[in-house]
């Protein structure tokens, strides 16, 4: 069983930055495919972009590619989410996830983070 923990949301202005961490208990956590969604009020869960624990690189949404990045630190079994240049629809919570599929899809991940909240003020 693996437990996400998700650290790093909070308040920022537009064109400002935040970094998410997902922490995961089990190791070892590179069985798993990483997936990071969001859901705003009112709004479907939405992909953000999506990682192989080895892979060289990550896929994103359209609506935030080339202003998120996602990396990994494998000493601290953790992935992060570095969300450059914020607008104010990037506003919602955000949710790390682990999945035996390399998808899109969050029907696809089968363990969940509680979710962080993220607020971009205009």
């Known amino acids: 069983q693996v437990q996400l923990v998700e650290s790093g949301g909070g308040l920022v202005q537009a064109g400002g930055s935040l970094r998410l961490s997902c922490a995961a208990s089990e190791r070892p956590f590179g069985s798993y495919y990483i997936g990071w969604f969001r859901q705003a009020p009112g709004k479907e869960r939405e992909f953000v972009a999506r990682f192989t624990w080895s892979g060289a690189s990550g896929d994103y949404a359209d609506s935030v590619k080339g202003r998120f990045t996602i990396s990994r630190d494998n000493a601290k079994n953790t992935v992060y989410l570095q969300m450059n240049s914020l607008k104010p629809e990037d506003t919602a919570v955000y949710y790390c996830?682990?999945?035996?599929?390399?998808?899109?899809?969050?029907?696809?991940?089968?363990?969940w983070g509680q979710g962080t909240q993220v607020t971009v003020s205009s």
């Open positions: 996830a682990a999945g035996s599929r390399y998808s899109r899809d969050h029907a696809d991940y089968g363990y």
